[in-house]
């Protein structure tokens, strides 16, 4: 019997959404199909050290404190050789450790150093295929200006909007001065360019909201983006994903919200209710850990209350947003299973550009299993992990015929 490939599921890092990415690394694991895959987990800590072992699959570890550190192993990344591995910083029981290869990385980050393409251009650095957006693609989603920039490029609506940035090595800003350019009536959403989760997104209704705003952003990003409000505001979102052989959508949802601003992050992962339960995984063998309802990790973005597949939405406005959906993806040659956000105002239809997520919260597995047809999270999770290996084979084909192009022989 063929061995099965070895799968590092990947999640945690130095981000502000580190700890949604470690309910989504475990709810990845379970769903990794144990038949012809052998899962392992790489938990990245707050302080980008590396570590391993089953003790990271109980959510009952985090926060991994020093004496729970005591019950998993600290690991290395190591490059040269044959292949790509870790090595635990742990000694063997005769001195030496034991390097663990793997075959595949499943990603299940969010946020800085990990959905941005850094993490992305370190396998492409080491050979190793893996889950996901390119660097290209990645980094690009994971900047909500440069995103824009390519929408408007290609026809997608979005909103205006005015670049305020961090002045450098100075304490004290002229918040005032720096906003001299925001001319909106407001009220405004003021967002950092770079987070995602709603991290750091405020409206503001009058100009000393609006500094307060600029401030808070400066807090965490460098660059802050200040748009026009839209009124009678609604959100709808919808994942899309190449990795079938063909562009599939997900269900299209919309997200309940607790008033008439954006979506927040206690919206998405502090919010609950019944429609946020996490469908059954069923039919396939598949990994088991600890936490949640029995055995279930069923926080993230299954703790929010949705309307899937919303029937307010107009047939001409569920094209649009495919339409526009599979344009960004698609322009970007994009991998994985990005989930895109759309702002609509209700009252005239019209809508625009939210925000992209190349690695979405819990993977939007709830929008697939809701989808037409349905797509299982074991069944998803399968296909990223074969498109993953299809993207590092076609690669190596190119570097086949490096030969060619020597100049030292």
């Known amino acids: 019997m063929e061995n099965k490939k070895k799968i590092a599921v990947f999640f945690g890092e130095r981000s502000f959404e580190h700890d949604i990415s470690i309910l989504t690394g475990l709810q990845a694991f379970r769903a990794i199909d144990t038949t012809k895959y052998e899962p392992f987990p790489v938990y990245v800590d707050l302080d980008g050290k590396w570590w391993t072992g ?41 001195g030496r450790a034991k390097p663990i290869y793997f075959d595949f990385a ?35 989603f994971m900047d909500k200006i440069a995103t824009k920039r390519v929408c408007k490029a290609i026809g997608v609506p979005v909103l205006d909007d005015v670049l305020i940035k961090r002045p450098e090595g100075k304490d004290f ?26 991290i750091g997104v405020s409206k503001a209704n009058n100009k000393e909201e609006l500094y307060a705003a600029i401030l808070k952003v400066f807090a965490l990003d460098s660059l802050a983006m200040v748009e026009p409000f839209v009124p009678n ?23 309940i919200k607790n008033n008439d601003a954006v979506l927040s992050f206690e919206d998405k992962y502090k919010a609950g209710g019944k429609n946020g339960k996490a469908g059954k995984m069923g039919g396939t063998k598949t990994c088991g850990c ?64 939210g925000e992209v997520n190349p690695i979405p919260g819990s993977l939007s597995y709830f929008l697939w299993e809701a989808a037409e047809p349905k797509v299982g999270f074991t069944k998803l999770v399968n296909a990223l992990i074969e498109e ?22």
């Open 54 to 94: 089953e003790k990271l699959l109980d959510s009952s570890t985090y926060p991994l404190t020093k004496e729970k550190q005591k019950t998993v192993t600290p690991v290395e990344f190591k490059i040269g050789g044959e292949r790509a591995h870790i090595l635990p910083l742990k000694k063997g029981l005769f």
């Open 290 to 353: 600890k936490g949640g309802n029995s055995g279930r990790i069923s926080a993230g973005m299954l703790a929010m209350t949705r309307a899937l597949n919303p029937k307010e939405l107009s047939k001409k406005q569920a094209e649009n947003i495919k339409a526009w959906a599979a344009a960004i993806f698609n322009e970007l040659r994009a991998c994985g299973n990005a989930r895109i956000d759309f702002l609509c105002d209700t009252k005239t239809g019209q809508m625009w550009l």
């Open 173 to 198: 800003f002229d918040v005032e001065k720096l906003a001299k350019d925001v001319k909106f009536k407001f009220p405004v959403i003021v967002k950092p360019c770079s987070l995602g989760s709603s």
């Open 233 to 255: 505001l609604e959100e709808y979102n919808v994942s899309v994903c190449n990795a079938f052989g063909e562009t599939r959508f997900s269900a299209i949802e919309r997200p």
């Open 106 to 140: 499943f990603l299940a980050f969010h946020g800085g150093y990990g959905e941005d393409g850094l993490f992305q251009g370190l396998m492409e650095t080491a050979g190793i295929p893996y889950s996901g957006c390119r660097p290209l693609a990645a980094t690009v």
């Open 388 to 409: 993953g290996f299809r993207q590092e084979e076609k690669y190596s084909d190119f570097l086949k015929t490096i030969s060619d192009n020597r100049i030292f022989k």
